[in-house]
């Protein structure tokens, strides 16, 4: 049914999409846009919904907060540690697989297991691995020697411990969309390449790595945006304290202690802004990015 | 350089199918050599052995005198055309006639010079840095021939290299094909299923059929003395005519009968051209015109015979409608001899 487009038209289209439109608009776009103007709010009172002014004392208040400095720090740490080696194991891994025959689909489930198993539950794992006596990871240290290392407990350690589980969580999802990718790269390439004289390393980065360039860039724009949005695996992790004498604090966890813990609905607003305006600038680089260099068939 | 296969076999793992039986052959140097045959025969497989992609079963290769036979494809140093050109996407085409060279490592200039010449022995030089995906199909083909001589290999494979282009264009490249073997020198192996192909730029051809060589000669051997009934049946169009020996040989006089006889003649083959056209029935076969069809200047008459036998008969002047009994004969050199096993026999015109 091809009808031209009417006013009347229009206003019968508009009765389609009320329903859902009504759900996104009350869940979705008002609190964004009432977010943005919290941010702007001096003194705010959200009981009586009053509010002094416009200004910027919550962005004052935030910048001069030593730990939203950290919490900064503490993220862009955790995304570009997570990020990079995530892609880089999850590649290895799914060419790995695509070059098994036997057993790939069952290989294939137990890497997507993770991805489909609740955070919290992989962290309460994870705390037993963890564990600073009884853990297995530093029993299997204590095999080459290494001293048992108190991973959750010790400020220099939660990081790193927090990484490595995110790591393994997100692989699962990585190896699926890279295995997707692998598939649709035609074996014909790779024949030439051989003949052509390229090792299996030149292939890799001759073929492999160009012809997968639009997954490349999927999986990282998606990773990238996860990773700054980082909380649940630091909350269940360390049990719902961040890190150690607040040694895992990340721009979520300190929204969210601003707004439930010390009800400072301004800042908590100025700080999502924040992060905000951080992915959307390095989302523009990246579609930058992918524009000059991935190729598209 | 000259390749010789030694009693090469080929089975795929996982299945006992044997996709090459047992394959001995010389392929000359500096020539164009065809391996043609039906889809399913193992001439892509004969292809794929020569460089390298696939290693053999059983038997031996030979590149000039020497044992390539454990060698793999980056070792060999062939260049191949591919059916669908495998071109890389994301490299422009420049680049990609420069990629051996890249992975050979030639110095960039050298690289680049040697890229300039061949973009002007295929004539692509005006689309150096287009992407392949902007190329229409026979320029995509040229820059794949450029890609594949770049490295100068040693032989030259080409896997049915024009069955992705259109009919008129396809003889344009043919030629092309042609025209830069013989510049470049280059010893070639070119797979395809058209005999046209093999036929008219080949200075030799190998006919193959469910993994075995057939006959292998120069192209116009193998329409005039074809070594068995695939091969006469394999190449022209219309189809060659068989008839059993005893259909025909009340029209041979005695002596040539007992000739015929005396070697084991089963079947007899005539081309539809041979055949001319003879007063009432006193041909080598008479029937029913059922069909006559007339497409530009190719003329085909479809005649029924008594025993239900179709024959296809063209070049001749036609004097007769459908329906028409007509009757048919040739001369004798243009009867092709088989035996039981589908084998040529060769007879001597003793008169």
Redesign the interface.
């Known amino acids: 049914m091809q009808n031209r487009k009417t006013w009347k038209t229009t206003f019968q289209a508009f009765w389609y999409i009320l329903p859902l439109f009504i759900i996104i608009g009350v869940f979705n776009i008002y609190p964004i846009i009432k977010s943005f103007a919290m941010a702007f709010y001096n003194d705010y009172n959200i009981f009586t919904g009053e509010t002094s002014g416009y200004g910027l004392t919550s962005f004052e208040t935030l910048f001069s907060d030593q730990e939203f400095a950290e919490s900064l720090m503490n993220t862009f740490v955790y995304v570009l540690f997570v990020t990079p080696l995530s892609i880089v194991i999850s590649l290895a891994i799914s060419i790995l697989l695509n070059n098994v025959n036997f057993l790939k689909p069952l290989f294939q489930s137990i890497y997507f297991l993770p991805f489909v198993t609740s955070t919290v539950a992989i962290s309460i794992v994870w705390r037993w691995l963890y564990h600073s006596n009884y853990g297995l990871i530093n029993y299997l240290l204590g095999i080459f020697g290494i001293d048992s290392i108190n991973w959750l407990t010790n400020p220099d350690w939660a990081m790193p411990a927090a990484i490595i589980m995110a790591i393994w969580k997100s692989l699962g999802f990585n190896i699926l969309l890279f295995l997707v990718g692998l598939n649709n790269i ?1 074996k ?2 790779y ?9 299996a390393w ?1 292939r890799f980065t ?2 492999t790595v ?2 997968l ?1 639009p997954t490349i860039f999927l999986v990282s724009i998606l990773s990238i945006i996860n990773n700054f949005k980082v909380f649940d695996e630091i909350y269940a992790l360390f049990n719902g304290q961040p890190g150690p004498s607040n040694s895992t604090i990340t721009v979520v966890y300190y929204l969210y202690k601003k707004f439930y813990t010390e009800f400072d609905y301004g800042v908590a607003s100025a700080s999502g802004i924040v992060l905000f305006l951080i992915i959307f600038v390095i989302t523009l680089i990246q579609l930058w990015m992918n524009k000059r260099f991935v ?1 598209y ?1 | 350089m000259k390749v010789r296969f030694e009693n090469v076999s080929m089975k795929y793992d996982g299945n006992d199918r044997t996709i090459l039986d047992d394959m001995s052959f010389d392929i000359q140097d500096h020539s164009l050599v065809s391996i043609l045959g039906p889809s399913g025969c193992g001439k892509s497989t004969t292809l794929m052995l020569i460089s390298g992609l696939l290693m053999p079963t059983d038997g031996k290769i030979f590149f000039g005198d020497t044992d390539v036979t454990k060698k793999d494809a980056n070792a060999r140093k062939v260049g191949m055309v591919f059916q669908n050109y495998a071109l890389y996407p994301h490299l422009s085409v420049i680049d990609n006639i420069m990629f051996p060279l890249k992975m050979a490592g030639v110095n960039k200039k050298k690289r680049k010079e040697r890229a300039l010449e061949l973009a002007e022995l295929v004539q692509i030089s005006e689309h150096l840095n287009k992407k392949p995906g902007q190329l229409s199909g026979g320029q995509q083909q040229r820059v794949a021939i450029a890609r594949a001589l770049s490295k100068e290999p040693s032989i030259l494979l080409m896997d049915e290299p024009l069955s992705n282009l259109d009919a008129k264009l396809r003889k344009g490249m043919r030629e092309e094909i042609r025209r830069i073997q013989k510049e470049t020198g280059v010893t070639t192996v070119f797979v395809t299923h058209d005999q046209e192909e093999a036929l008219s730029i080949s200075d030799k051809v190998m006919v193959l059929n469910e993994g075995l060589i057939q006959q292998h000669s120069g192209p116009q051997a193998l329409y005039d003395r074809p070594d068995n009934i695939f091969v006469a049946q394999f190449l022209g169009s219309p189809e060659i005519s068989t008839f059993d020996f005893d259909d025909l040989k009340a029209g041979f006089d005695s002596s040539l009968r007992d000739r015929l006889q005396s070697k084991d003649v089963k079947l007899i083959g005539i081309r539809p051209e041979s055949f001319t056209q003879v007063d009432g029935e006193s041909g080598l076969i008479t029937g029913v015109v059922d069909r006559i069809e007339i497409v530009g200047k190719e003329r085909t008459v479809r005649l029924k015979l008594d025993n239900e036998q179709i024959v296809d008969i063209t070049d001749v002047d036609i004097n007769f409608t459908e329906g028409d009994k007509v009757s048919f004969t040739t001369n004798f050199d243009a009867m092709h001899f088989f035996d039981g096993y589908g084998n040529r026999v060769v007879i001597k015109d003793a008169e």
Do not use: C, F, K, W
């Open positions: 035609s014909t390439y024949d030439a390449a051989r003949i052509d004289g390229a090792n030149q001759n073929v160009p012809l360039g190729h068939r």
